[in-house]
């Protein structure tokens, strides 16, 4: 339990937290920095939406920039090619020595150390054999197995609010599927549901000071979710089911050994840290950037079968994450610039996935059917990103997103924005908190 605390402590506390350390590694950071300071990691400027104009300002001007941030100097990466670079050399650059996302370590070396145990912040060799066991979790076979319970449920979430004319899209609908998949996926029998929903409600409120939710409330939360993962455990071994994440888990091995206690829950709650926020604010951002492209939306109610190419565009256009953070291990040239141990390096998804020496002159426009004129579109934006740690969950996030649209295009008739979204404040995820729409009430 002490640990369950100790975790719960360390995935509550935020980058936007004040006690936030900076890292003693950026102060070594000696090279000349770039003219365009942007103040990427001001939480509050972030949550005002993606900066488009700065990123291509970077990519063009300085695109290996050494920015200024209150929590310390870190180099801001907005090309492809060096982000690949980044990405794909886990050897020189570290997930694991500061994190890979902006968790706090600095000022708590405990919570950094048992943070360093998720697999998203794991290195070489490690990561390659703990990656091995969820892996098999994320089969094409599981995935493909939940599909017409997804569709099932995507109907019922739809069923719920089509007569009404309004919801509020973020909780009635974009955090519907996300959650009922990772619910699913982990055997949570159906009474729990809402208690999970509600836990992962508090962490995930843990990002923003205006969601009220205390830190002693987020690491209780996080404990319980540990807590949750232990009795599933006992169920399954008493009730096996094949096929499951879960099963994947609880049988996966590590050099011939099962997972601890403690890496199992570790997985348990990577998944769903990874899993339900991404997929909510790709859902509630490609709902906002349909309605506020009607003409783009009216092709999909022309011709439903583009809509799974538009989900691709959706990924593309507003990633669910800014960044992803790498620390140096050794000196390093990128690009024009020499890295020096020890620097935090930041590599910015939204920057690459608008470059038009990538998607051409209209990267800066929202085409539903750029898929059609780029087929390999999913394999040249970087919203999953690149190399080791390339997302486990995109082919599950592309088929809750695929189905979610499928269901919502042809029965929200003419959906519109009520006022302007609520946005999440946070630099490092742009999500929506609250977003309401009007429809066409759906006629019995
Ligand atoms: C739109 C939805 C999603 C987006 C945009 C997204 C994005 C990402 C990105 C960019 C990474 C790479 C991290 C890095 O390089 O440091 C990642 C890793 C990961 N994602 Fe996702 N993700 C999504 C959905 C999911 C889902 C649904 C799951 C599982 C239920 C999931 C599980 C994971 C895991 C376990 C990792 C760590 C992989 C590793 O370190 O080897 N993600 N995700």
């Not at 994320?138 to 309004?166: C, N, Q």
């Not at 608008?354 to 002159?361: A, N, R």
């Amino acid at each position: 339990m002490l640990l369950c605390v100790a975790l719960a402590k360390a995935l509550t506390k935020r980058q936007d937290s004040p006690e936030y350390a900076q890292y003693d590694c950026v102060e070594k950071i000696m090279s000349e920095k770039c003219p365009f300071q942007f103040d990427l990691m001001n939480p509050e400027k972030m949550s005002r939406g993606v900066p488009f104009d700065e990123f291509k300002t970077l990519r063009e001007q300085c695109p290996v920039a050494l920015q200024d941030s209150d929590k310390g100097e870190y180099w801001a990466i907005t090309r492809r090619e060096d982000v690949d670079f980044v990405s794909k050399n886990p050897q020189i650059f570290s997930s694991s020595e500061n994190l890979a996302h902006p968790q706090p370590g600095g000022e708590d070396p405990e919570s950094l150390e048992i943070m360093k145990q998720l697999i998203i912040n794991m290195d070489p060799p490690d990561h390659i054999k703990y990656r091995k066991v969820v892996k098999n979790a994320f089969t094409g076979r599981a995935v493909d197995a939940l599909e017409p319970m997804m569709r099932e449920f995507a109907k019922d979430i739809i069923d719920k609010i089509a007569s009404k004319g309004e919801c509020e899209f973020v909780s009635q609908v974009a955090a519907e599927m996300p959650l009922f998949v990772i619910c699913s996926l982990t055997e949570m029998p159906a009474e729990k549901r809402q208690t999970f929903s509600d836990l992962v409600d508090i962490m995930i409120g843990m990002d923003d000071p205006e969601m009220n939710v205390s830190q002693e409330d987020g690491q209780m939360a996080a404990a319980q979710v540990f807590e949750i993962a232990m009795e599933l455990a006992v169920t399954h071994k008493a009730v096996p089911k094949e096929g499951t994440v879960l099963n994947a888990l609880l049988n996966g091995t590590v050099e011939g050994e099962g997972l601890s206690e403690f890496e199992f829950c570790s997985f348990f709650l990577i998944l769903i840290a990874g899993g339900v926020e991404t997929t909510r604010t790709a859902t509630a951002q490609g709902m906002r950037l349909l309605m506020e492209h009607p003409q783009e939306l009216q092709k999909l109610v022309d011709d439903p079968s583009l809509i799974a190419g538009a989900v691709e565009e959706i990924l593309r256009f507003y990633p669910s994450f800014n960044y992803m953070q790498r620390t140096a291990m050794q000196d390093v040239t990128v690009g024009d610039k020499d890295i020096k141990q020890g620097d935090i390096v930041r590599v910015y998804y939204p920057s690459v996935n608008h470059d038009p020496d990538i998607f051409g002159d209209d990267a800066e426009e929202f085409n539903v059917t750029r898929a059609n004129e780029m087929p390999d579109l999913r394999n040249q934006h970087r919203t999953f990103g690149i190399g080791q740690h390339f997302c486990l969950g995109s082919h599950l996030a592309r088929k809750e997103l695929t189905i979610m649209f499928e269901e919502i295009i042809p029965r929200l008739r003419n959906p519109k924005l009520v006022g302007e979204p609520k946005n999440l404040v946070s630099s490092f995820i742009p999500g929506i908190k609250e977003m309401f729409i009007t429809f066409d009430p759906e006629q019995a």
